[in-house]
Nanobody, 118 residues
Framework: QVQLRESGGDLVHPGGSLRLSCTAS????????MKWYRQAPGKERELVAS????????DYSDAVKGRFSISRDNARKTVYLQMNSLKPEDTAMYYC???????????WGNGTLVTVSS
C-alpha cells in the first residue's frame, strides 16, 4: 500500500521559515518525480515545486521562485520543501505528489497546513 505522509506545517509569522517533509512508503521512491502542490481556501490546487527522479531538475512556480527550495533524499524516501520569506498568501494546505508518468502512477498525501499570519 502506497502512503505519502506530509509533516511540518505550522502557524508562522510573515517573513518566517518552515520546512515541510513528505515521507513515502510502498513505492520505489527513486523512480518517481516528486512534487509539492498547495491549495488555499476557495482556490484551485496549484503546483509549487517539482524535482525529477534523478535530482537533475527542480522547477518552481513564479510565486515561490527564490523563496522555496525542493530537495529529496532517496535513501530516506523523503522529499522536502524549504520555505523562506513566507507571506500571508502562502497560507494553504500543502500536498505531496509522487508521479511516474510513463506508468500512469500518481499518488497523493493528505496534506499539511501552513498558515502565515501575524
Amino acid at each position: 500500500q502506497v502512503q505519502l505522509r506530509e509533516s511540518g506545517g505550522d502557524l508562522v509569522h510573515p517573513g518566517g521559515s518552515l520546512r515541510l517533509s513528505c515521507t513515502a512508503s510502498g513505492l520505489t521512491f527513486s523512480s518517481y518525480m516528486m512534487k509539492w502542490y498547495r491549495q488555499a481556501p476557495g482556490k484551485e490546487r496549484e503546483l509549487v515545486a517539482s524535482m525529477s527522479d534523478t535530482h537533475s531538475t527542480a522547477d518552481y512556480s513564479d510565486a515561490v521562485k527564490g523563496r522555496f527550495s525542493i530537495s529529496r533524499d532517496n535513501a530516506r524516501k523523503t522529499v522536502y520543501l524549504q520555505m523562506n520569506s513566507l507571506k500571508p498568501e502562502d497560507t494553504a494546505m500543502y500536498y505531496c505528489n509522487a508521479l511516474w508518468s510513463s506508468l500512469g502512477l500518481d499518488y497523493w498525501g493528505n496534506g499539511t497546513l501552513v498558515t502565515v499570519s501575524s
